[in-house]
């Protein structure tokens, strides 16, 4: 049986994602009181957290208190949690790795005047996850960064394009390691488009 950690089990959509993988017969965990002790296939981490206070626009100035506790929650936390479940991780068969994220915070993509803290955040976390994944994609880590949508599309139909998406492979073409897509770090959205970082 494969295991499962979402990091957390607050908001609709991650309880429905654990049901969607309860559903499908995997052993799921969250943490604090429900963690693994032996190992985890795929990995979920769901930090998302935006701050109403986040609205200043670049002629504001910056709110470096706005700005630093979005950062923690984005970025700090997930890098401790990921940290601590690595050796879970490295026990476990799946090695797949799972991140949510914005396509609005993507440096290419963004076309926002304002929430600076948020996409700040979400730049430093992209860094981090492309930093984690030319570590441990070479001992055969897999990554799934993923936007929910959660303001345009219905938190059921995210759910199972998270799902599909978390627990299906990518094509090797042509049976040529060398063409595997599952060695590229794939950034897709609820819709099943890719975003550019």
Request: glycine share 6%; net charge negative.
């Amino acid at each position: 049986m494969m295991n499962v950690l979402i990091t957390r089990r607050k908001t609709t959509f991650e309880k429905s994602l654990f049901k969607a993988f309860e559903r499908e017969g995997y052993k799921v965990f969250s943490t604090g009181s429900n963690e693994p002790d032996d190992k985890i296939d795929i990995y979920i981490d769901v930090s998302d957290e935006r701050d109403i206070n986040d609205t200043f626009m670049i002629r504001d100035g910056l709110d470096e208190k706005v700005i630093n506790k979005v950062y923690k929650a984005n970025v700090i936390k997930p890098m401790k949690m990921f940290e601590k479940f690595l050796p879970l991780l490295d026990a476990g068969e799946g090695k797949r790795v799972c991140f949510l994220t914005s396509a609005g915070a993507s440096i290419n993509e963004t076309r926002d005047v304002n929430g600076y803290a948020y996409n700040l955040s979400k730049a430093a976390l992209h860094n981090f996850i492309q930093m984690a994944s030319n570590r441990l994609t070479p001992s055969g880590y897999t990554w799934r960064i993923f936007d929910p949508m959660p303001f345009d599309v219905d938190a059921a139909a995210s759910v199972e394009a998270a799902f599909n998406y978390f627990t299906r492979r990518r094509g090797t073409e042509n049976d040529d390691p060398l063409r595997n897509d599952e060695n590229r770090l794939v950034f897709r959205d609820a819709l099943g488009r890719e975003h550019t970082w």
